[in-house]
């Protein structure tokens, strides 16, 4: 092999591994992208059951999404796969915190990345929990209380509680509202869908986003509450945030509306794993 040959072959090394890198990256991110649409669907499936009577002592939050998926044939592979799924998710999340460059890779979005990453990575240690065989995941109504009375007893506590509360209301307008707007689309690969599947996509993604968006506000909002009044009672976890929509004048109407986009954004989940730019 001459020596030009042989710095050819040196420098393609690498570009070789960025590319394996790119690519290892990418197929954990499609990874997350489905773990995370099928939480989402059983939640909202759940959430249509109980909005409509049939729900029982069903929980309308991960931990029912959990034991519905226990409860079928090779449940336990199917909760192990759902850990590697969000673990995926943790690390595509880090490494576009870490990694990723660009003029759009700017410090609030690397801190966002960063955020996700830490939550993504609870959510699949929650679910390995369960897995195990503990039984128990994080998200529940009774854990939600314990953290803010765990907090309302800290110096400041009030507080730490009103800003996590006004926090988790600015997350979930933000999310509301860039749904809306139809802010994903510029992270979808759209121009290799139809025009009939980018309808369709953006249907899912702006009703999905919407009620998203509408639960975590409305979970902020009874943070905020409990700061205010002094009482961890008032805080609520998923399921117990869903069921207060029953309590409206729209009733369980509002509740199976809300449960009807959480599916949705689930699928919309199944599309981002399809489509979107990784």
Request: aromatic share 8%; hydrophobic share 50%; glycine share 14%.
């Amino acid at each position: 092999m001459s020596s030009r040959a042989h710095g050819r072959s040196r420098a393609s090394r690498p570009s070789t591994r960025r590319s394996v890198e790119k690519d290892t990256l990418t197929t954990a991110g499609r990874a997350g992208f489905v773990a995370r649409g099928i939480v989402y669907v059983l939640i909202g499936v759940l959430a249509v059951r109980i909005a409509f009577g049939h729900g029982g002592g069903e929980q309308a939050d991960r931990q029912g999404a959990l034991h519905q998926i226990a409860a079928q044939p090779f449940g336990t592979v199917m909760l192990w796969a759902l850990v590697v799924g969000f673990a995926c998710m943790a690390i595509w999340r880090a490494a576009r915190a870490l990694l990723a460059r660009g003029p759009h890779r700017k410090v609030g979005s690397r801190l966002l990345d960063g955020g996700r990453a830490v939550f993504y990575a609870s959510v699949c240690w929650g679910i390995a929990t369960y897995a195990a065989g503990s039984g128990e995941s994080s998200g529940g109504n009774a854990q939600s209380q314990d953290w803010t009375a765990s907090a309302l007893k800290m110096a400041g506590g009030r507080i730490l509680v009103g800003l996590a509360g006004l926090a988790l209301i600015g997350v979930g307008t933000v999310l509301a509202v860039r749904a809306a707007q139809r802010r994903f689309l510029k992270q979808l690969n759209t121009g290799v869908m139809s025009r009939r599947t980018r309808e369709v996509v953006t249907g899912l993604g702006v009703a999905g986003g919407v009620a998203r968006g509408t639960v975590f506000a409305t979970a902020g909002i009874f943070v905020l509450v409990a700061a205010v009044r002094f009482d961890p009672h008032q805080a609520k976890g998923m399921d117990a945030t869903l069921r207060s929509f029953t309590d409206t004048p729209a009733g369980p109407w509002l509740l199976a509306l809300i449960a009807v986009g959480l599916i949705l954004f689930g699928v919309f989940s199944f599309a981002s794993a399809r489509w979107r730019r990784l």
